[in-house]
């Protein structure tokens, strides 16, 4: 038996209003032992959620699917997508299932997803469960996106299920609970493409333009609108992933999500040493996913959008066509601005000048050349304008004589920007972070979690990736790559 006498506030279930054909209504089906390992109550908070009158227990039977909270009226999604580039007609929440939508803070709609609640009608093959070490991972990793400043989903809440799932042997499993602005992803609107059904899709855009694009619905074609408008959300978001060294893992047009969160996280990773290939998720054997391919990726996965909302661009197939390949062909250039500006940024520069991707693509050489740390070379830039000398980036560079050279340029650049040296270096502070999440310190939180039932390493690194900019006395194990013997070269989904 379900309860469903527990309340965490008002739900509006406007997703759950839709035709039919989008979802299948169900209660998650209930696991045997319910504990909470982590509840995230600043973003209840933030999300106007009733929780403080609750026991942990009772948090534990909310978070699982145990209870069903009053008010919400649970759905599995249906959606499609390419993976891999492959194209899969029927995809849907396999492992999830939507409680519904609650109005956050700041007036937002935001949906309350379970992730690993049980089986649903798009689980294929699959049992609906996750094992535990995935739902920590996507906690520790989403709140850390968060908290670096980038559009991601958000982690409420992560509970051991007692049961035990089937995986390689068998392992805990755990349901997580997840906050999005919505769910609806590329896949989504391929799912009635496939089924030619274009009063779906127009009623999906309809509702896509309302939640999140409110200013598209006045244009003159308000799908071309939406289009551009998905198309520069997402050039800012990978820019962003370009900016700290986030390798998504799995792009299928099944995981991007129309709002421009980052979203699915599966075998993602960050990088250490700067490598433009670099693929850490076992099952991109191809590569197709690495990093440095993630903007041509997006851009795909854009066009697998313009192709679903061919019919309503305009009424001429052949005008349709030329204005969704244009809006398609402006992602490079808008992508390239933005990420321009954010490398540019990330050096501590404000003037725009012509050689400024020169500049930025030599640095990115040598720390491929040296294999230097991604993230550790751009906060020890930020320490050369000030008095300290660059010995720090020096030595991470192993003085490399291009970069040594590089230095004396971007110094004179730095010059030429103007303002305050250590303005500057402070700026640099504020964009360039100290802490990310870095493969093995998560490995290591995991395995303590699972294998030791310590979740003390989890709860340290998840303090620690709270401020990722403020470096703090006597963590500095946290800022460094991996030794050698540590290191992490694979990442798998464990769905
Ligand atoms: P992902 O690549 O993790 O985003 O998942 C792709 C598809 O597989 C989605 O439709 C998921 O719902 C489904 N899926 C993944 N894992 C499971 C599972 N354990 N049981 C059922 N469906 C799953
Ligand atoms: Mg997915």
């Not at 609107?189 to 496939?194: D, I, L, P, T, V």
């Not at 779906?200 to 694009?213: G, P, Q, W």
Request: charged share 25%.
């Amino acid at each position: 038996m379900t309860r469903k006498d527990i309340s965490i506030g008002t739900f509006e279930n406007s997703f759950a209003s839709l035709p039919d054909g989008f979802f299948a209504r169900l209660d998650p089906p209930p696991v045997s032992e319910p504990v909470l390992l982590a509840f995230n109550s600043e973003l209840a908070d933030e999300l106007g959620l009733e929780t403080s009158h609750l026991s942990r227990d009772e948090l534990a039977l909310v978070f699982s699917g145990n209870a069903v909270p009053l008010g919400a009226e649970p759905l599995a999604a249906a959606y499609a997508g390419h993976q891999f580039g492959n194209f899969v007609p029927q995809l849907g929440d396999g492992r999830a299932i939507l409680l519904g939508e609650v109005r956050d803070r700041a007036g937002r709609l935001r949906d309350l997803q379970l992730k690993g609640s049980g089986p649903t009608p798009f689980s294929r093959r699959g049992d609906g469960r996750s094992a535990l070490g995935p739902v920590l991972r996507e906690y520790l990793i989403s709140e850390a996106m968060h908290r670096l400043g980038v559009p991601t989903t958000r982690a409420l809440a992560a509970v051991l299920s007692g049961d035990r799932v089937l995986r390689e042997g068998y392992k805990p499993g755990g349901v997580m609970t997840r906050v999005a602005s919505s769910h609806i992803r590329v896949g989504s609107f391929q799912y009635f493409a496939a089924r030619d059904d274009q009063a779906a899709i127009k009623r999906l855009m309809e509702y896509v333009i309302d939640r999140h694009y409110p200013e598209a619905a006045k244009a003159e074609s308000p799908a071309l609108a939406l289009l551009q408008a998905v198309i520069e959300r997402q050039a800012k978001l990978i820019a962003h992933w370009m900016m700290i060294g986030f390798v998504h893992g799995v792009m299928n047009t099944d995981n991007m999500a129309l709002s421009g969160e980052t979203i699915d996280f599966g075998p993602c990773a960050f990088m250490d040493a700067y490598h433009p290939d670099m693929v850490f998720s076992s099952i991109d054997q191809f590569g197709r996913y690495a990093y440095g391919r993630q903007p041509g990726i997006a851009q795909w996965n854009l066009a697998r959008l313009a192709e679903a909302l061919l019919p309503f661009i305009d009424q001429d197939e052949k005008k349709s066509v030329e204005l969704a390949s244009a809006a398609i062909s402006d992602f490079a250039p808008i992508y390239h601005e933005i990420w321009l500006d954010g490398m540019r940024a990330k050096l501590g520069l404000v003037q725009k000048e012509e050689d400024d991707r020169a500049l930025i693509g030599d640095l990115l050489d040598g720390l491929h050349r040296k294999g230097a740390d991604f993230t550790l070379a751009f906060r020890r830039l930020g320490q050369v304008h000030r008095d300290v000398s660059a010995q720090a980036f020096l030595h991470l560079v192993e003085h490399d004589a291009l970069l040594v050279d590089w230095l004396d340029r971007y110094r004179a650049r730095a010059t030429r920007d103007g303002g305050d040296a250590e303005l500057r270096s402070a700026a640099m502070q504020r964009i360039n972070p100290i802490y990310i999440p870095r493969n093995h310190l998560v490995e290591a939180a995991l395995s303590a979690a699972i294998d030791e039932g310590d979740l003390g390493p989890f709860k340290k690194l998840h303090d620690v990736l709270a401020h990722p900019f403020d470096e703090k006395e006597g963590f500095e194990a946290y800022t460094l790559p991996a030794e050698p013997s540590e290191r992490v070269y694979q990442t798998f989904c464990g769905t």
